[in-house]
Each structure stands twice: as structure tokens, then as C-alpha cells.
Nanobody
Framework: QVQLAESGGGLVQAGGSLRLSCVGS?????????????VAWFRQAPGKEREFIGL????????EGPGAEQERFIISRDNAKNTVFLQMNTLKPEDSAVYYC?????????????????WGQGTQVTVSI
């Protein structure tokens, strides 16, 4: 099984930036590793459903979800380091949430949490006024 670990969250003032990391390790019974999967970022605020932000393929192609926040959020990956990043700029208080990464073989804007095979534990992002 592929394990995921997010990091980089924290408390930041509005207008600031954070870069979240999602590090993958291990392999599945079919010998797939983190770099073989598409990786998605989601976020979940208290009382709300988990929202799809964006998805990056193993080759670096990106598709954005409803939570992509129009160029403020940028997804990238470094397969050599088994890491996917979420760069978040000009943060707003409404961006406060737990941010999760997950692996999937699905591709498209219609991605939902049901398509995610493995989740990380999440990292809290809090944006103060």
C-alpha cells in the first residue's frame, strides 16, 4: 500500500503564502509506487464536504477542480523525491481548512473523494485576518 504524509500547514496571516507537501512511500501488491499515480489535493473546512482542488498526473499534467482558486493555488510534483506540492498564495481566511492529498487512477474535473484510493492524514491551514 502507498502511504501519504502531508506537511507544511500552519497559521498564516491573510495575504501570506504556504507550500504544502505530500510525500509518498511504499508500493502496492501490484508494485505500483507513488510516482505511478495521479495525486489530488482536497480540502475540508468544518461542517463542509471535502472539496476537490486539483489533480496532477504522473507526468505533470494538471486539471483543476472547483476549489482551484483561480491561479492562487499551484500544483506541482517531483517524482524523484516522491513529492507533490500545493503552493498557495494570497491566502484568505476562507482558505482555512484541513488539506489532504490522495492517490487515484481517475482523471478529470469530475474527480470526487470516492475516486481516491489512499489518503494522507491531512494538514491544518489556518488563515487569520
Amino acid at each position: 500500500q502507498v502511504q501519504l504524509a502531508e506537511s507544511g500547514g500552519g497559521l498564516v496571516q491573510a495575504g501570506g503564502s504556504l507550500r504544502l507537501s505530500c510525500v509518498g512511500s511504499g508500493r502496492t501488491s501490484s508494485r505500483r509506487t507513488f510516482s505511478d499515480y495521479n495525486v489530488a489535493w482536497f480540502r475540508q473546512a468544518p461542517g463542509k464536504e471535502r472539496e476537490f482542488i486539483g489533480l496532477i498526473s504522473w507526468s505533470g499534467e494538471i486539471t483543476e477542480g472547483p476549489g482551484a482558486e483561480q491561479e492562487r493555488f499551484i500544483i506541482s510534483r517531483d517524482n524523484a523525491k516522491n513529492t507533490v506540492f500545493l503552493q498557495m498564495n494570497t491566502l484568505k481566511p476562507e482558505d482555512s481548512a484541513v488539506y489532504y492529498c490522495g492517490t487515484t487512477t481517475f482523471w478529470g474535473r469530475e474527480l470526487s473523494s470516492r475516486n481516491i484510493g489512499n489518503w494522507g492524514q491531512g494538514t491544518q491551514v489556518t488563515v487569520s485576518i
